[in-house]
């Protein structure tokens, strides 16, 4: 790949020069596909002429323009969850007070004498600058226009005409109205086509895939939102003993299994205001506040965790030990009044002198949750079922192992008393009057309003787990200090006795003086919740010096700790003081110990932590606290344990994250760039939660002119964002672009104040990562052998390798850096004023920035085309919906240019999906209209018409080119029918967006699309043929949709300038939609229930792999019949199931009626709505083409034009139409017939005359339609033809014949029917042509004509009542053929249709004789004629041998008059002749009449001889050499069988004319006389019942003696008769079976008086039929005209057996190939006597000595001789079998040679004694 330059020379908003190896050129020119001369389609002069006088002068630039307001900046505050600011007023107040930026900020504040920590600056502005969100109100959520709301279509239902069926008595009257046509009238019916239109699409049920559409989420600002929140609240604490001192309470969670707290501790009060008097005030180093009185405290967990318990702490003033201070409390019930009134005065002391120390009294612990993870509520009241006494000395260990056995415990007795707490989670939102972890208020909280129902929120110290990581998004920073143990054993202080030890600390900025005094940042506890300390205290124990603590101590931190910041815990000893001894010191401090808070730079970890303790303290401590000889130490070893917990928005624990935070913004200082590369190696958690600042320095750092800086900071950006994304939790793993970083676009992205600008640097930054990346990937291949000498100078072509780089790299977040440049473009437009001023949009980007933005476009290319798919087209998408976005921003023409590039650079196997997406989401941008500039357009025809159309038309310039590529040159349907779905959905968003529903405005949108009509008529599309259904139907909705509302002016400039080869393929274009889009309703419904089944067998196919459903089993048929179901997903394989014919399982059959209902009531008529609608359209345009063209058609020249007009008006005629559409057409054919009547009906050209006979057709059927007002419009136009023909011609002759051709073809497809309608329809034209004023004699032939035709019908009416009779019926067709001899055409058509009928009832041989009638007398016409199509009268012979009855037909032909469309059918030309006599050879074949297609074949060999076809004549050689072979085939095996014939006699007044007549009926060879009797009794007993049909026997009868009433058939098999002088002419099988004109049966009977079965007396008498024509016939019976009987004697009859009988042993012997099946069987029934006794019967009877005399001597000689004859010829057929057999029938052949044997002896004795007998009486 080759790329332009690629640097800032190349110009402003130019076209982009990019020229891929595999780009296609620039622009291809309507009428080819191939390549055609470059023309510049740039972008370049675009706002010029936006801005231009004509454009903004428009009378619809309201409708078409962008409009005010399109792109809106609205700043929203920053998401503050409290009501105060979380920030420190002090910094909060800082911050106020700097305009200019994060950088400037920055500066100012760590400037400052205030110090300020850099990132803390970031973080403060971060969290605390409000929202900039771009508002576009004309986008909706898909990212496309102002869309109307989908509503279903409810479609009225449409009524289409039903032919009559029967008679009804309502008149025919003519319209006068639809006879007169003159300007206006055909204005109104122009308007009247357009009127009340319906949207096309809304009848389309095609669903339309979702490409591309724009479906980038927004993401609300950021929220925290723990999984599990639990409020929980103690509601009452009673002892038994009662309320006799304070109190303090604690709740916490642990977690058993860990060992660990997993929250912070709850500190709170129950005490009444008469106890806490007991107590003295706060001390005056703390601070002031409220008193706090809440029970309530929120926590949250992350696992519903039957390991976490909540544990329970009751403490008490400091007196004692514990175990004297439980004592009062176990021993209540035995205390007198005197000693409870002393147990109180001593408490009311101590809480006076000690009321600021604690102790601990006794605790509990119970499971928040059960195993289930449902929270445990106590239903009796008493949820902690334990209060013990407090453990003294018990580690974290020890309690962690008693908490799943406190329940249980049983050496601790429980104190007496009454414990209810109650939980519950919360769901939604926290209640009303709730504080914050750092007692911020949620809500307004008003003075006096914190009680006891007010709730805190705890924070929790589980860390979250990968993925699911919370953000920081407020300012946070707190740190936990849990003090866990001390050990003062080895404790040594001359003065000071270390016994009740108590621990405080605070937080000091430096270490000057340990006794200095903090800052009021410690949160209190109880009552003090509200105040901030100074000093945070833990219990006391009691004589202990290894105490063990739980307190907990909560810091504010300060933002911006000092180096020397450090927490300092000093430790007293507490003495009580007893009344007398008052005065005593009640603290010692005992020692020190410090935690540095900033160790190493960085803030302290999290964990336990064991520190020192120092006896004093000197100055600067901190630097000598680990000299053990400045400072004396209690222990060389840390005695001293706490532990914990950083909860921090703006400080981090990770070390290159801290390092970073440290180095920034020190731009030039080497440890940034160390920072900064260290970024990726931090921990991931630690990124996500600080992500928002870490991006925010980033970007910073990026937007800076330090080269170094700025391209570390972008890779680690990309870094940064790849450990984001990774974080997926589980309601966004589905999410495209991961939510955190969308939200940070939408809500936190504010770019830097920077020049350049941001946007600019980053798109400079983006282009160099990536030719690095290339660079690298160059390297190493060459550096591993492979790509030798691969050059990296091209930008436009890096190595392939780099695609898995690109993909975890910038190319993968592509989407977000596009955002990022995009949103930082709006926003600076935004800040300067320049979103405002929409002329300035080409000044909004520096031409560097131009140059930078096409680079990355360029060097993304090779990515593209070499990556996969998805990959591929993720990466396309955010280019698509960049550029998108970028319109409403940028020079819409630089962002034409790089689309253009863009696309011309995709190639490949992505190329074709990626382009269809990108221009989709192109197509979705809301103002695309205007960005198209529809201004009206003029057609100046040309090699380059679409480029000029493209050039003031860029975006769908751009659409059109890239669908017309893809449809013309791809080989994938998928990404041709992508293609078509991507134009379909432009047009369909269109036309539901309410800006665009005025009719002027759709038709600019329609001519922006006028193109797509010229490259489709120009082939640019491809075949239409190639393309899957679905794809044409949706090509030719777009092609339908756009010529609707395309201008009429438009379209005349158009067909007046186009050529005819274009205008001829529109016509085939309008043509293919008509038949695309014609209703059909049974087949809508088939396809629609197979998918509906289908899916319900999908839905059940896991229940049928169970094998049951709805607990019914399901057979295995059902199985496999489902799973087949299943698999049939397309409208394509559904044609051939209906819904009659389904196997449905019967679970599922109430769900397929529920589909099929809404298929036939909605679907069904949705169909019908589309046809109506795309027939409208067709129409209208076709009309405006017939009245703009009119000169033109009615010339000679251009009768291309004509012919493909008129068709397209037959096709609108053809298909089934609604009653609401055809007057329309009626209307439309109206006033065709007035413009144009000189061309139909003056000129004589075929076709003209074919135009005529169509529209006559087309419009008599509607003549015959069951509407009233239907049948009266197409009689009236009907009659218009009539009269205009009489006009122009002075005769009605051409309407005439087309009339009559018409109502044959009626008759014919309504056979049997009474056609009232259409009766009453042409009476109806006589009498109004009586009335008409047009001269004579116009009447006269109008109401012959009608009478002939009226008459015609009624014949045709007997014709159906005989169909129950299909013999009859074919008599009737073939004589309705013979009264059409004047008319060759419906003679032809009738033969043909008698054709159709024989091949319907599988009388294959009659078929094929009416075929070779047809043509013979077809070619008799052409002749005739003198037609180039005649063939030589020489030829005719072979009709004649192959159908005897062919003479009979032609003797009916006459001599032909000059009348005008005579001979124009299909069959009177040369192609149509061919196809009809290949027909005939193709029945003949199956029929296996052999040699009658072989004559055939002798017709088509000459006519290929003649006329030089030789590959024709090869092919029928090569069909007669296997016809020959078939023929020896048959002949020497026998295996052929020819017909059977049937003689039938019909008796019976039924009969009608067949009474009393007898017929040779012609069946199949394996048709019986059963068979047949069968079938005509049920026939002939359908129609009259059963019981009438009698069957008589084979015997002699007198009709006279047969009841009339009743219907008697007798039937006898027949033979063929072949006179023995024609036998030996008729020498082959099928010979002796074609040609057949008699036919015979035998009849045997005995005397009168004599029993019929003794050869003696049993008679024969044969019957000899002759018929009317020969077999075989155009009719499967023919008539019997002469009969003759015979009657032989007994000895005749056995002189005929015998004789027989030799005949078929000499064919069987002597045949000239054996076959020894049938020799076997006539042996068997010859020699065998005991199989057959005849011959030696015969012998007995008529050659014994007791008959002598008795039979006629001749007669007697002549059998003598046939049984000499059967004896030899019995003899030489076994001789034959014997040579034939194989040695598995030497058995058989014994057998039978033993039968000869015996037969010989016994026949040759009773031929020997009767010679002796002859030659005895020769010697008398």
Same mark, same amino acid.
């Given at each position: 790949?080759?790329?332009?330059?690629?640097?800032?020379?190349?110009?402003?908003?130019?076209?982009?020069?990019?020229?891929?190896?595999?780009?296609?050129?620039?622009?291809?020119?309507?009428g080819?596909?191939s390549s055609?001369?470059?023309?510049?389609i740039?972008?370049?002069?675009?706002?010029?002429?936006?801005?231009?006088?004509?454009?903004?002068?428009?009378?619809?630039?309201?409708?078409?323009?962008?409009?005010?307001?399109?792109?809106?900046?609205?700043?929203?505050?920053?998401?503050?969850?409290?009501?105060?600011s979380?920030?420190?007023?002090?910094?909060?107040?800082?911050?106020?007070?700097?305009?200019?930026?994060?950088?400037?900020?920055?500066?100012?504040?760590?400037?400052?004498?205030?110090?300020?920590?850099?990132h803390?600056?970031?973080?403060?502005?971060?969290?605390?600058?409000?929202?900039?969100?771009?508002?576009?109100?004309?986008?909706?959520?898909?990212?496309?226009?102002?869309?109307?709301?989908?509503?279903?279509?409810?479609?009225?239902?449409?009524?289409?005409?039903?032919?009559?069926?029967?008679?009804?008595?309502?008149?025919?009257?003519?319209?006068?109205?639809?006879?007169?046509?003159?300007?206006?009238?055909?204005?109104?019916?122009?308007?009247?086509?357009?009127?009340?239109?319906?949207?096309?699409?809304?009848?389309?049920?095609?669903?339309?895939?979702?490409l591309?559409?724009?479906?980038?989420?927004?993401?609300?600002?950021?929220?925290?939102?723990?999984?599990?929140?639990?409020?929980?609240?103690?509601?009452?604490?009673?002892?038994?003993?009662?309320?006799?001192?304070?109190?303090?309470?604690?709740?916490?969670?642990?977690?058993?299994?860990?060992?660990?707290?997993?929250?912070?501790?709850?500190?709170?009060?129950?005490?009444?205001?008469?106890?806490?008097?007991?107590?003295?005030?706060?001390?005056?180093?703390?601070?002031?506040?409220?008193?706090?009185?809440?029970?309530?405290?929120?926590?949250?967990?992350?696992?519903?965790?039957?390991?976490?318990?909540?544990?329970?702490?009751?403490?008490?003033?400091?007196?004692?030990?514990?175990?004297?201070?439980?004592?009062?409390?176990?021993?209540?019930?035995?205390?007198?009044?005197?000693?409870?009134?002393?147990?109180?005065?001593?408490?009311?002391?101590?809480?006076?002198?000690?009321?600021?120390?604690?102790?601990?009294?006794?605790?509990?612990?119970?499971?928040?949750?059960y195993?289930?993870?449902?929270?445990?509520?106590?239903?009796?009241?008493?949820?902690?079922?334990?209060?013990?006494?407090?453990?003294?000395?018990?580690?974290?260990?020890?309690?962690?192992?008693?908490?799943?056995?406190?329940?249980?415990?049983?050496?601790?007795?429980?104190?007496?008393?009454?414990?209810?707490?109650?939980?519950?989670?919360?769901?939604?939102?926290?209640?009303?009057?709730?504080?914050?972890?750092?007692?911020?208020?949620?809500?307004?909280?008003?003075?006096?309003?914190?009680?006891?129902?007010?709730?805190?929120?705890?924070?929790?110290?589980?860390?979250?787990?990968?993925?699911?990581?919370? *953000?920081?998004?407020?300012?946070?920073?707190? #740190?936990?200090?849990?003090? /866990?143990? @001390? &050990?003062? +054993?080895?404790?040594?202080? %001359?003065?000071?006795?270390?016994?009740?030890?108590?621990?405080?600390?605070?937080?000091?900025?430096?270490?000057?003086?340990?006794?200095?005094?903090?800052?009021?940042?410690?949160?209190?506890?109880?009552?003090?919740?509200?105040?901030?300390?100074?000093?945070?205290?833990?219990?006391?124990?009691?004589?202990?010096?290894?105490?063990?603590?739980?307190?907990?101590?909560?810091?504010?931190?300060?933002?911006?700790?000092?180096p020397?910041?450090?927490?300092?815990?000093?430790?007293?000893?507490?003495?009580?003081?007893?009344?007398?001894?008052?005065?005593?010191?009640?603290?010692?401090?005992?020692?020190?110990?410090?935690? *540095?808070?900033?160790?190493?730079?960085?803030? #302290?970890?999290?964990g336990? /932590?064991? @520190? &020192?303790? +120092?006896?004093?303290?000197? %100055?600067?401590?901190?630097?000598?606290?680990?000299?053990?000889?400045?400072?004396?130490?209690?222990?060389?070893?840390?005695?001293?344990?706490?532990?914990?917990?950083?909860?921090?928005?703006?400080?981090?624990?990770?070390?290159?994250?801290?390092r970073?935070?440290?180095?920034?913004?020190?731009?030039?200082?080497?440890?940034?760039?160390?920072?900064?590369?260290?970024?990726?190696?931090?921990?991931?958690e630690?990124?996500v939660?600080?992500?928002?600042?870490?991006?925010?320095?980033?970007?910073?750092?990026?937007?800076?002119?330090?080269?170094?800086?700025?391209?570390?900071?972008?890779?680690?950006?990309?870094?940064?964002?790849a450990?984001?994304?990774?974080?997926?939790?589980?309601?966004?793993?589905?999410?495209?672009?991961?939510?955190?970083?969308?939200?940070?676009?939408d809500?936190?992205?504010?770019?830097?104040?920077?020049?350049?600008?941001?946007?600019?640097?980053?798109?400079?930054?983006?282009?160099?990562?990536?030719?690095?990346?290339?660079?690298?990937?160059?390297?190493?291949?060459?550096?591993?052998?492979?790509?030798?000498?691969?050059?990296?100078?091209?930008?436009?072509?890096?190595?392939?390798?780099?695609?898995?780089?690109?993909?975890?790299?910038?190319?993968?977040?592509?989407?977000?850096?596009?955002?990022?440049?995009?949103?930082?473009?709006?926003?600076?437009?935004?800040?300067?004023?320049?979103?405002?001023?929409?002329?300035?949009?080409?000044?909004?980007?520096?031409?560097?920035?131009?140059?930078?933005?096409?680079?990355?476009?360029?060097?993304?290319?090779?990515?593209?085309?070499?990556?996969?798919?998805?990959?591929?087209?993720?990466?396309?998408?955010?280019?698509?919906?960049?550029?998108?976005?970028?319109?409403?921003?940028?020079?819409?023409?630089?962002?034409?240019?790089?689309?253009?590039?863009?696309?011309?650079?995709?190639?490949g196997?992505?190329g074709?999906?990626?382009?269809?997406?990108?221009?989709?989401?192109?197509?979705?941008?809301?103002?695309?209209?205007?960005?198209?500039?529809?201004?009206?357009?003029?057609?100046?025809?040309?090699?380059?018409?679409?480029?000029?159309?493209?050039?003031k038309?860029?975006?769908?310039?751009?659409?059109?080119?890239?669908?017309?590529?893809?449809?013309?040159?791809?080989?994938?349907?998928?990404?041709?029918?992508?293609?078509?779905?991507?134009?379909?959905?432009?047009?369909?968003?269109?036309?539901?967006?309410?800006?665009?529903?005025?009719?002027?405005?759709?038709?600019?949108?329609?001519?922006?699309?006028?193109?797509?009509?010229?490259?489709?008529?120009?082939g640019?599309?491809?075949?239409?043929?190639?393309?899957?259904?679905?794809?044409?139907?949706t090509?030719?909705?777009?092609?339908?949709?756009?010529?609707?509302?395309?201008?009429?002016q438009?379209?005349?400039q158009?067909?007046?300038?186009?050529?005819?080869?274009?205008?001829?393929?529109?016509?085939?274009?309008?043509?293919?939609?008509?038949?695309?889009?014609?209703?059909?309703?049974?087949?809508?419904?088939?396809?629609?229930?197979?998918?509906?089944?289908?899916?319900?067998?999908?839905?059940?196919?896991?229940?049928?792999?169970?094998?049951?459903?709805?607990?019914?089993?399901?057979?295995?048929?059902?199985?496999?019949?489902?799973k087949?179901?299943?698999?049939?997903?397309?409208?394509?394989?559904?044609?051939?199931?209906?819904?009659?014919?389904?196997?449905?399982?019967?679970?599922?059959?109430?769900n397929?009626?529920?589909?099929h209902?809404?298929?036939?009531?909605?679907?069904?008529?949705?169909?019908?709505?589309?046809?109506?609608?795309?027939?409208?359209?067709?129409?209208?345009?076709?009309?405006?083409?017939?009245?703009?063209?009119?000169?033109?058609?009615?010339?000679?020249?251009?009768?291309?034009?004509?012919?493909?007009?008129?068709?397209?008006?037959?096709?609108?005629?053809?298909?089934?139409?609604?009653?609401?559409?055809?007057?329309?057409i009626?209307?439309?054919?109206?006033?065709?017939?007035?413009?144009?009547?000189?061309?139909l009906?003056?000129?004589?050209?075929?076709?003209?005359?074919?135009?005529?006979?169509?529209?006559?057709?087309?419009?008599?059927?509607?003549?015959?339609?069951?509407?009233?007002?239907?049948?009266?419009?197409?009689?009236?136009?009907i009659?218009?033809?009539?009269?205009?023909?009489?006009?122009?011609?002075?005769?009605?002759s051409?309407?005439?014949l087309?009339?009559?051709?018409?109502?044959?073809?009626?008759?014919?497809?309504?056979?049997?029917?009474?056609?009232?309608?259409?009766?009453?329809?042409?009476?109806?034209?006589?009498?109004?042509?009586?009335?008409?004023?047009?001269?004579?004699?116009?009447?006269?032939?109008?109401?012959?004509?009608?009478?002939?035709?009226?008459?015609?019908?009624?014949?045709?009416?007997?014709?159906?009542q005989?169909?129950?009779?299909?013999?009859?019926?074919?008599?009737?067709?073939?004589?309705?053929?013979?009264?059409?001899t004047?008319?060759?055409?419906?003679?032809?058509?009738?033969?043909?249709?008698?054709?159709?009928?024989?091949?319907?009832?599988?009388?294959?041989?009659?078929?094929?004789?009416?075929?070779?009638?047809?043509?013979?007398?077809?070619?008799?016409?052409?002749q005739?004629?003198?037609s180039?199509?005649?063939?030589?009268?020489?030829?005719?012979?072979?009709?004649?041998?192959?159908?005897?009855?062919?003479?009979?037909?032609?003797?009916?032909?006459?001599?032909?008059?000059?009348?005008?469309?005579?001979?124009?059918?299909?069959?009177?030309?040369?192609?149509?002749?061919y196809?009809?006599?290949?027909?005939?050879?193709?029945?003949?074949?199956?029929?296996?009449?052999?040699?009658?297609?072989?004559e055939?074949?002798?017709?088509?060999?000459?006519?290929?001889?003649?006329?030089?076809?030789?590959?024709?004549?090869?092919?029928?050689?090569?069909?007669?050499?296997?016809?020959?072979?078939?023929?020896?085939?048959?002949?020497?095996g026998?295996?052929?069988?020819?017909?059977?014939?049937y003689?039938?006699?019909?008796?019976?007044?039924?009969?009608?004319?067949?009474?009393?007549?007898?017929y040779?009926?012609?069946?199949?060879?394996?048709?019986?006389?059963?068979?047949?009797?069968?079938?005509?009794?049920?026939?002939?007993?359908?129609?009259?019942?059963?019981?009438?049909?009698?069957?008589?026997?084979?015997?002699?009868?007198?009709?006279?003696?047969?009841?009339?009433?009743?219907?008697?058939?007798?039937?006898?098999?027949?033979?063929e008769?072949?006179?023995?002088?024609?036998?030996?002419?008729?020498?082959?099988?099928?010979?002796?079976?074609f040609?057949?004109?008699?036919?015979?049966?035998?009849?045997?009977?005995?005397?009168?008086?004599?029993?019929?079965?003794?050869?003696?007396?049993?008679?024969?008498?044969?019957?000899?039929?002759?018929?009317?024509?020969?077999?075989?016939?155009?009719?499967?019976?023919?008539?019997?005209?002469?009969?003759?009987e015979?009657?032989?004697?007994?000895?005749?009859?056995?002189?005929?057996?015998?004789?027989?009988?030799?005949?078929?042993?000499?064919?069987?012997?002597?045949?000239?190939?054996?076959?020894?099946?049938?020799?076997?069987?006539?042996l068997q029934?010859?020699?065998?006597l005991?199989?057959?006794?005849?011959?030696?019967?015969?012998?007995?009877?008529?050659?014994?000595?007791?008959?002598?005399?008795?039979?006629?001597?001749?007669?007697?000689?002549?059998?003598?001789?046939?049984?000499?004859?059967?004896?030899?010829?019995?003899?030489?057929?076994?001789?034959?079998?014997n040579?034939?057999?194989?040695?598995d029938?030497?058995?058989?052949?014994?057998?039978?040679?033993?039968?000869?044997?015996?037969?010989?002896?016994q026949?040759?004795?009773?031929?020997?004694?009767?010679?002796?007998?002859?030659?005895?009486?020769?010697?008398?």
């Amino acid at each position: 790949m080759q790329s332009g330059s690629t640097n800032g020379g190349s110009g402003g908003s130019g076209a982009v020069r990019i020229t891929p190896a595999t780009t296609s050129t620039r622009g291809p020119v309507a009428g080819t596909a191939s390549s055609q001369p470059l023309i510049d389609i740039s972008g370049k002069l675009f706002e010029k002429l936006y801005h231009s006088t004509v454009v903004q002068n428009d009378p619809l630039k309201v409708q078409l323009l962008v409009p005010d307001g399109d792109l809106t900046i609205e700043q929203v505050p920053a998401y503050k969850p409290t009501v105060l600011s979380p920030l420190p007023e002090s910094l909060a107040n800082e911050l106020e007070k700097i305009d200019g930026g994060e950088q400037q900020a920055v500066a100012v504040l760590v400037a400052s004498p205030k110090v300020v920590m850099p990132h803390v600056v970031a973080c403060a502005i971060a969290y605390s600058r409000p929202y900039f969100h771009v508002r576009r109100p004309f986008r909706d959520a898909h990212g496309r226009g102002n869309i109307i709301p989908p509503v279903k279509a409810i479609f009225n239902p449409l009524r289409f005409e039903v032919l009559s069926k029967d008679a009804t008595p309502e008149p025919v009257e003519l319209l006068p109205d639809l006879l007169t046509l003159n300007a206006e009238v055909m204005r109104n019916d122009s308007m009247e086509r357009r009127s009340e239109r319906q949207q096309l699409w809304q009848m389309v049920s095609i669903p339309i895939p979702q490409l591309l559409s724009d479906t980038r989420d927004t993401v609300a600002p950021l929220t925290p939102k723990p999984p599990v929140s639990v409020i929980v609240e103690l509601k009452e604490l009673k002892f038994a003993l009662g309320e006799k001192e304070p109190l303090f309470c604690s709740l916490a969670l642990y977690h058993q299994v860990l060992k660990r707290k997993v929250s912070e501790t709850f500190y709170f009060e129950l005490n009444s205001d008469r106890i806490l008097a007991m107590i003295p005030p706060p001390s005056k180093n703390n601070g002031e506040g409220a008193g706090w009185k809440g029970r309530r405290c929120i926590f949250h967990v992350y696992e519903r965790s039957e390991h976490l318990y909540l544990v329970l702490r009751v403490d008490k003033v400091f007196t004692s030990s514990v175990k004297d201070a439980v004592q009062p409390y176990i021993k209540h019930s035995t205390l007198k009044p005197k000693a409870l009134a002393k147990l109180s005065k001593e408490l009311e002391y101590q809480c006076l002198q000690l009321g600021q120390y604690r102790q601990a009294l006794a605790w509990s612990a119970y499971p928040l949750f059960y195993p289930n993870g449902s929270i445990r509520v106590a239903h009796d009241g008493n949820s902690f079922q334990s209060l013990i006494r407090a453990p003294t000395d018990i580690t974290d260990e020890e309690l962690y192992e008693k908490l799943p056995t406190f329940l249980a415990e049983k050496k601790l007795k429980p104190l007496p008393a009454k414990v209810v707490i109650d939980a519950r989670e919360l769901k939604n939102e926290l209640p009303p009057g709730c504080f914050t972890s750092e007692l911020l208020p949620l809500s307004p909280i008003g003075q006096g309003e914190v009680n006891a129902t007010t709730a805190r929120e705890l924070d929790t110290f589980e860390k979250q787990i990968w993925p699911c990581i919370d *953000p920081h998004t407020t300012f946070k920073n707190l #740190l936990f200090i849990q003090i /866990k143990s @001390l &050990n003062f +054993a080895n404790y040594s202080h %001359p003065k000071v006795n270390a016994r009740n030890i108590a621990i405080k600390a605070k937080y000091l900025s430096n270490d000057t003086d340990p006794h200095a005094v903090g800052p009021a940042i410690i949160f209190g506890r109880g009552r003090d919740t509200l105040n901030m300390m100074r000093e945070g205290q833990s219990g006391t124990s009691y004589r202990s010096r290894r105490p063990t603590f739980t307190d907990e101590i909560k810091f504010l931190l300060p933002h911006s700790p000092t180096p020397g910041a450090h927490i300092l815990f000093t430790f007293y000893d507490i003495a009580p003081q007893k009344k007398e001894k008052k005065g005593k010191q009640l603290e010692t401090i005992l020692g020190y110990s410090v935690l *540095p808070l900033i160790p190493d730079q960085i803030i #302290l970890e999290d964990g336990l /932590k064991q @520190l &020192n303790v +120092a006896y004093d303290l000197p %100055p600067n401590y901190i630097t000598v606290l680990n000299e053990t000889e400045t400072i004396k130490l209690v222990d060389k070893k840390p005695v001293f344990v706490v532990e914990t917990f950083l909860k921090s928005s703006i400080h981090t624990q990770n070390k290159p994250l801290a390092r970073f935070f440290n180095a920034y913004p020190n731009l030039t200082h080497t440890s940034l760039i160390q920072a900064i590369e260290g970024i990726p190696r931090a921990d991931k958690e630690e990124i996500v939660r600080f992500y928002i600042v870490i991006i925010d320095m980033l970007l910073s750092i990026c937007a800076s002119q330090h080269v170094d800086p700025a391209r570390k900071a972008f890779k680690a950006l990309l870094a940064v964002l790849a450990i984001v994304d990774q974080q997926r939790a589980p309601e966004s793993q589905g999410s495209e672009h991961h939510p955190l970083l969308v939200a940070y676009i939408d809500n936190y992205f504010v770019p830097p104040k920077t020049s350049p600008p941001l946007f600019e640097q980053l798109s400079k930054l983006w282009a160099i990562y990536i030719l690095e990346v290339a660079k690298q990937q160059a390297q190493r291949a060459t550096e591993d052998g492979g790509a030798a000498g691969a050059s990296n100078e091209s930008v436009a072509a890096p190595p392939v390798a780099a695609a898995p780089v690109h993909t975890t790299g910038a190319h993968k977040f592509a989407w977000f850096l596009f955002s990022i440049i995009l949103r930082a473009l709006t926003l600076h437009a935004h800040s300067s004023g320049a979103l405002l001023e929409d002329r300035e949009r080409s000044q909004r980007m520096s031409e560097s920035q131009k140059t930078d933005l096409r680079r990355v476009f360029i060097l993304m290319l090779p990515f593209l085309n070499l990556a996969p798919a998805p990959e591929a087209a993720q990466l396309n998408t955010c280019v698509a919906l960049f550029l998108k976005d970028l319109l409403a921003i940028a020079d819409r023409g630089f962002v034409f240019d790089l689309a253009f590039e863009y696309t011309r650079g995709l190639s490949g196997t992505n190329g074709p999906a990626l382009k269809v997406s990108f221009v989709r989401a192109l197509c979705d941008y809301e103002h695309y209209i205007a960005v198209n500039l529809p201004l009206p357009d003029r057609i100046d025809v040309g090699p380059q018409l679409t480029q000029k159309l493209w050039q003031k038309h860029l975006f769908v310039g751009l659409l059109l080119d890239v669908v017309a590529a893809i449809c013309a040159t791809d080989a994938s349907p998928v990404n041709r029918l992508l293609a078509v779905n991507t134009l379909r959905a432009s047009l369909q968003s269109h036309d539901v967006d309410v800006r665009y529903q005025d009719a002027a405005v759709r038709e600019r949108i329609s001519g922006l699309y006028f193109p797509f009509i010229l490259m489709f008529v120009a082939g640019r599309l491809g075949p239409l043929a190639n393309k899957t259904p679905e794809e044409k139907q949706t090509l030719l909705l777009c092609f339908i949709h756009i010529l609707t509302h395309t201008s009429r002016q438009l379209l005349h400039q158009w067909w007046t300038k186009e050529s005819q080869v274009h205008l001829k393929q529109f016509f085939f274009i309008l043509n293919e939609c008509v038949r695309t889009f014609e209703y059909n309703p049974m087949a809508d419904v088939e396809a629609k229930m197979l998918e509906a089944k289908a899916k319900s067998m999908a839905a059940l196919q896991v229940s049928v792999d169970a094998g049951s459903v709805r607990g019914k089993k399901i057979s295995r048929k059902e199985k496999k019949e489902a799973k087949r179901a299943g698999k049939i997903g397309t409208l394509s394989s559904a044609a051939s199931l209906t819904p009659e014919g389904s196997p449905v399982i019967p679970t599922v059959s109430a769900n397929l009626r529920r589909e099929h209902v809404a298929v036939t009531e909605h679907d069904t008529q949705r169909a019908a709505h589309l046809c109506q609608e795309v027939s409208l359209t067709i129409l209208d345009t076709l009309m405006g083409f017939m009245v703009d063209m009119e000169k033109r058609l009615s010339g000679e020249e251009d009768e291309v034009y004509m012919e493909d007009a008129f068709s397209l008006f037959i096709v609108l005629l053809q298909i089934a139409q609604a009653d609401s559409f055809l007057p329309h057409i009626f209307r439309a054919v109206r006033s065709i017939v007035y413009i144009y009547s000189k061309l139909l009906f003056l000129h004589n050209g075929k076709a003209q005359v074919s135009i005529v006979g169509q529209l006559t057709y087309y419009i008599l059927r509607h003549c015959n339609a069951n509407n009233a007002s239907v049948r009266s419009q197409a009689t009236s136009l009907i009659y218009l033809m009539l009269r205009k023909n009489f006009q122009e011609r002075n005769n009605i002759s051409r309407m005439k014949l087309q009339m009559t051709i018409a109502v044959e073809r009626m008759v014919q497809a309504t056979l049997g029917k009474e056609d009232s309608h259409l009766r009453r329809s042409l009476l109806a034209m006589s009498a109004y042509a009586k009335t008409d004023k047009v001269p004579s004699p116009y009447a006269a032939e109008v109401d012959e004509l009608v009478r002939k035709l009226v008459t015609s019908m009624e014949n045709h009416v007997r014709m159906g009542q005989y169909a129950y009779d299909p013999e009859i019926t074919a008599e009737l067709f073939l004589q309705t053929s013979f009264s059409y001899t004047n008319s060759p055409d419906l003679r032809v058509t009738w033969l043909s249709q008698l054709a159709e009928f024989h091949k319907k009832n599988r009388a294959l041989e009659e078929s094929a004789q009416c075929k070779i009638v047809m043509c013979g007398i077809v070619c008799m016409y052409l002749q005739m004629l003198n037609s180039p199509d005649q063939i030589a009268p020489a030829h005719l012979i072979a009709f004649r041998n192959a159908a005897p009855t062919l003479p009979d037909h032609l003797k009916e032909i006459p001599h032909l008059d000059t009348e005008e469309g005579i001979c124009t059918i299909k069959q009177f030309t040369r192609d149509g002749l061919y196809a009809e006599l290949q027909d005939a050879i193709s029945l003949l074949k199956q029929r296996e009449q052999y040699e009658l297609a072989m004559e055939v074949y002798r017709l088509l060999t000459s006519i290929h001889h003649r006329e030089r076809d030789f590959d024709a004549l090869r092919n029928c050689f090569t069909d007669l050499e296997q016809l020959c072979h078939k023929i020896v085939a048959s002949n020497e095996g026998g295996g052929r069988l020819f017909s059977k014939y049937y003689r039938v006699g019909m008796y019976g007044a039924d009969f009608g004319e067949s009474n009393g007549k007898e017929y040779i009926y012609r069946e199949e060879p394996c048709v019986r006389i059963a068979d047949i009797t069968g079938r005509l009794k049920e026939q002939f007993g359908k129609r009259f019942g059963a019981e009438r049909v009698i069957i008589l026997p084979n015997k002699p009868l007198d009709p006279a003696t047969l009841n009339p009433g009743l219907l008697h058939i007798q039937i006898v098999e027949t033979t063929e008769y072949i006179a023995p002088e024609e036998a030996q002419l008729r020498s082959s099988p099928f010979e002796r079976a074609f040609n057949i004109q008699r036919f015979v049966y035998e009849t045997p009977f005995a005397p009168e008086g004599k029993k019929l079965g003794h050869m003696a007396d049993t008679y024969k008498r044969r019957t000899i039929l002759s018929t009317i024509q020969p077999f075989p016939a155009m009719t499967k019976r023919l008539l019997v005209t002469s009969k003759d009987e015979l009657v032989l004697t007994p000895i005749e009859t056995s002189i005929d057996l015998i004789e027989g009988r030799v005949q078929a042993l000499l064919h069987e012997a002597h045949a000239v190939v054996a076959n020894t099946k049938t020799l076997q069987i006539v042996l068997q029934g010859s020699v065998l006597l005991q199989v057959n006794p005849g011959p030696l019967e015969i012998c007995r009877i008529f050659l014994g000595e007791d008959t002598r005399g008795a039979y006629p001597e001749p007669h007697v000689e002549r059998l003598q001789k046939a049984m000499q004859a059967f004896l030899e010829a019995s003899g030489a057929a076994l001789h034959t079998n014997n040579q034939l057999i194989s040695a598995d029938q030497i058995p058989f052949q014994e057998k039978l040679e033993e039968g000869y044997i015996d037969a010989q002896k016994q026949i040759g004795d009773r031929l020997a004694f009767f010679e002796l007998l002859l030659e005895w009486d020769l010697v008398c």
